[in-house]
């Protein structure tokens, strides 16, 4: 990794008088298996690494990317975002990150083992899994897809003001689709399970997800239209939280775009609501020790007791707003300069397991999938449609599976709709966590 | 972009272990966006990419190894690695003869992009924000985006197809936010083809601008959407996204080979509204999903998927035409060097009928009218799907009414297939998409006519 530090301290060297600039710079392996009835249907190994430039001068940003660290172009990129920034607007709150003084949580996210772990035994994995999944159940009738995948990401920023930093980290992943039913009667469900390490990964687990949820949908029917009480299961609840966060940024806040803007101190949710936006939680799968401009990430309470406490800002946003940033930068790769983003959300956990939720609610919708979020959410005036899959229940009992139907409500009253905050906190691939949450009063769009 | 000499000696190391089948896609592509937001010109970024994927094929398993060097000691290495990924087992010696493919290009393209000052596309964000900001006190945010894309690639294989292609890409967007008593609207127009900078002799950024600021102005006063099933009418050119999601991926021949798709084993059987013809088409002018040659080196082609509402054919790419012996239809496509190709729709439109469009609103007592939807999403196993409205009314006593807030649509590929009654006489293209599928993101065009679909379930939350 020092490699890539030494890269991104020389293109940071490289600034001119009068001229602040950052380099990105990031190098990432990673292997992919796909399987298909009992052979490997595709094994891709892929390395590929690139920087990402970004040039203040007299007050204006531009930025550029180039997949490649040869020297030349790097130096190319650098003349490339030099010339952008001449065409851009000046904007005094522009300016890279400093240092601040906070020291980065160190954290574990990179296991050595992963770089010993043969290529023949994730192509075992992937293939164990997909037999797991058919032996689970007679009713399964194909599996569309059964994978491994694993990938190592380095990556280091540096800028002409100071910053030098890095961070790297391993991820290894199993998933599987499964398909049930006979004729014309079909139901899919996926299954995963992540972790850092090859020995992290339960094939049984994803197995067993892919075929309970698969199957339990058999016989689904699309439901009559109606106001219910909507249970959210975990990896739902981490769907709603990531959208949630998304409005929580501090950028957008300032440009207008937030449904919560001038909210802060407010009741904008029920009194037993935390969200927590924890990067330094080393069991966050969004984990970091640096944020994308290089400060050390840290805790951040985005809402508490149901009270809202503020948002979250990179260098610039912060600048806008006259406080610092709250190293909530991310960027996608070294393809795009740092945005405003939460890492690891989390609300947290209740008293209630779930199936005391569903005792205490006693009449609902047990929401396992979702679709359509991006076409159905509108994060600026908070508008929520989305498609869903799940259970009806009855007297706190799971009652007959529905399908082909909307939920809908509006993000501001969902959060006060929140009548049970469940104990079960799931660590999911994702910038959130899960748990279970029951969300009064919302729409079912069916027959 | 690789000497043919290069590509031959390559494709010769793929197989030299053994193999059915070696290919080197090579890409060289330049990216360049401008961003207005919030008043300023925010950001000005370029891009640059290069690289090849190689591919070996070794009975039913593939090998894929990419780099981002293309010299002749970098292919090498991403061969030998693709090769052992595909374990290729019988040693042998091939020789390759390339023959070139030849294809018309999608459309000359008059002015690249590149050639273009990057001090003009920022004058034309600024003036789409001047006319925006001009609609009304109420629009208080807005934001544009520029961008192009230039991407040339070469495939070469095993078979002997040596193809390539210049792809120049542009587009424009503009989102406005309005505010009001009930609260915030958004409201968006986005356009792209395959051409340069004379996009803009087509399109004027003012009129966009206009447009998008209407749209979020309007929904102002926008009620709840309906709850529940009911007629549903869509705009010439707002909804060609229905047809994407409710058969378009389950007519990939990759998903209906895994039983992943409702249409698996029902060609020439009547799956639509004897109204419904689709056709999906790569050689489609300038469009946005047009292309020359897919990635996998074969021409573009016009593919009438429904007849009449008669399933004629899936879309296909080299891999499952192979398997199932026949030609491959020009749909194998990736997003980049470093993915694998797979089937992938280009334009998908549906052929226009003969209904005036204002007689199948007048002949709607009660529903909905679509005017623009937004993104969409299918699972092609159950064939249930979902499409967000992002501008639409109700339809009151034959008239179009009250504007609605944005809520998705939710219905059954088949069902709503069948559930076409009327086809209206105005076809147009709609705006520029970006299809994502097992995590890679290609462009894509749609259209339609005006239609409505007898019964389909808003998603809102009035009662």
Not at chain 1, 48 to 57: L, Q
């Amino acid at each position: 990794m020092t490699d890539l530090v030494d890269i991104a301290t020389r293109v940071a060297g490289w600034a001119r008088p009068g001229e602040e600039v950052e380099a990105y710079v990031a190098r990432g392996k990673s292997t992919e298996v796909k399987v298909f009835e009992g052979g490997v249907e595709s094994l891709s190994v892929a390395e590929s690494a690139g920087v990402g430039i970004r040039v203040i001068a007299g007050s204006r940003q531009g930025f550029a990317y180039a997949g490649s660290l040869d020297p030349d172009v790097v130096a190319e990129t650098l003349a490339e975002a030099r010339d952008n920034a001449g065409f851009a607007t000046v904007d005094e709150h522009l300016g890279l990150a400093s240092p601040d003084g906070v020291q980065p949580v160190e954290l574990d996210l990179w296991r050595d083992e992963l770089a010993l772990f043969p290529t023949d035994q994730k192509i075992d994995a992937a293939l164990e899994l997909e037999r797991l999944v058919r032996a689970g159940d007679p009713r399964i009738r194909q599996v569309e897809s059964a994978y491994w995948g694993d990938s190592a990401s380095q990556s280091a920023v540096a800028t002409s003001t100071g910053i030098v930093g890095s961070s790297r980290r391993t991820t290894c992943y199993v998933s599987a689709y499964a398909i049930a039913g006979e004729g014309t009667e079909t139901q899919t469900g996926a299954g995963y399970s992540v972790g850092r390490a090859p020995s992290d990964v339960s094939l049984a687990e994803a197995a067993a997800d892919a075929v309970d949820r698969a199957t339990r949908l058999l016989g689904a029917r699309k439901p009559a239209s109606g106001r219910v009480t909507v249970v959210l299961e975990p990896r739902i609840t981490a769907t709603l939280l990531a959208i949630l966060a998304g409005t929580l940024d501090g950028e957008a806040v300032l440009k207008g775009r937030s449904l919560f803007a001038s909210r802060v101190g407010e009741a904008v949710s029920v009194p037993g609501l935390i969200l927590v936006d924890d990067p330094t939680d080393p069991e966050a799968y969004g984990a970091a020790r640096i944020d994308a401009e290089g400060l050390a990430c840290r805790r951040n309470v985005l809402i508490d007791g149901g009270v809202l406490q503020g948002f979250l800002y990179n260098t610039y946003a912060g600048r806008r707003a006259g406080r610092s940033s709250t190293g909530s930068a991310v960027r996608a790769g070294f393809k795009s300069g740092p945005g405003v983003g939460a890492r690891a959300v989390a609300v947290q956990p209740g008293e209630s397991s779930p199936a005391e939720i569903m005792a205490t609610v006693g009449e609902g919708l047990l929401v396992q999938s979702v679709s359509g979020i991006h076409s159905g959410v509108n994060p600026v005036s908070g508008d929520f449609s989305v498609g869903a899959e799940g259970m009806l229940f009855r007297g706190g009992e799971l009652a007959e599976p529905v399908r082909e139907f909307t939920i809908a409500s509006t993000i501001q009253r969902m959060l006060l709709d929140v009548v049970a905050i469940g104990n079960d906190l799931e660590r999911l691939p994702s910038s959130a966590a899960g748990l279970t949450l029951a969300i009064a009063d919302v729409s079912m769009s069916g027959v | 972009m690789i000497d043919e000499g290069v590509l031959q000696r390559v494709l010769g190391d793929a197989l030299r272990t053994g193999g059915d089948f070696a290919e080197i896609f090579a890409e060289d592509r330049r990216n360049s966006l401008a961003r207005l937001d919030d008043g300023r010109i925010e950001e000005l970024m370029s891009g640059r990419e290069r690289g090849a994927g190689i591919r070996v094929v070794v009975g039913e398993t593939t090998g894929f190894a990419h780099t981002a060097d293309l010299s002749e000691p970098g292919l090498r290495a991403a061969a030998e690695a693709a090769a052992a990924a595909a374990r290729g087992g019988g040693a042998g010696v091939r020789t390759i003869d390339l023959t070139r493919v030849t294809a018309p290009a999608p459309k000359a393209v008059t002015v690249l992009p590149e050639s273009v000052p990057k001090a003009s596309k920022v004058e034309l964000l600024r003036r789409a924000d001047e006319v925006a900001r001009s609609a009304g006190g109420a629009i208080r945010q807005v934001s544009a985006v520029y961008a192009d894309g230039r991407r040339q690639i070469l495939v070469a294989n095993s078979d002997g197809v040596l193809a390539s292609d210049d792809q120049v890409k542009t587009r424009f967007s503009i989102s406005c936010v309005a505010v009001g008593d009930a609260g915030m609207q958004t409201g968006r127009e986005s356009v792209g083809a395959t051409v340069g900078w004379e996009l803009f002799d087509r399109y004027d950024v003012e009129e966009l601008a206009r447009l998008a600021a209407s749209r979020a102005l309007r929904k102002l006063s926008a009620r709840p959407a309906p709850s529940g099933a009911v007629p549903v009418v869509i705009k010439s050119g707002g909804g060609g996204v229905l047809f994407h999601e409710a058969c378009g991926h389950g007519l990939e021949a990759d998903l209906v080979g895994r039983d992943a798709s409702v249409f698996r084993g029902r060609r020439g059987e009547q799956v639509a509204s004897p109204l419904v013809t689709l056709v999906d088409d790569g050689t489609m002018g300038s469009e946005w999903g047009a292309i020359g040659i897919d990635d996998e080196g074969h021409r573009a082609g016009r593919n009438v998927l429904i007849q009449d509402g008669v399933l004629t054919d899936y879309m296909w790419d080299w891999m499952r035409a192979r398997k199932e012996g026949r030609d491959s239809t020009g749909n194998g496509r990736r997003q980049s060097y470093q993915h694998l190709p797979m089937v992938r729709m280009t334009n998908t439109y549906l052929l226009a009928g003969t209904e005036d469009p204002e007689e199948i609103v007048r002949q709607t007592p009660h529903g909905v009218y679509v005017a623009q939807l937004g993104g969409g999403q299918v699972n092609t196993a159950t064939g249930d799907f979902v499409f967000g409205m992002t501008e639409a009314y109700l339809i009151a006593d034959g008239h179009i009414s009250e504007p609605l807030r944005d809520a998705n649509l939710i219905g059954s590929g088949p069902e709503v297939l069948r559930n076409i009654d009327v086809v209206g006489n105005d076809f147009n293209m709609g705006s520029p998409g970006t299809c994502g599928k097992d995590g890679q993101g290609v462009p894509v065009g749609d259209g339609q006519p005006t239609l409505r679909v007898r019964s389909l379930t808003v998603g809102g939350t009035a009662a």
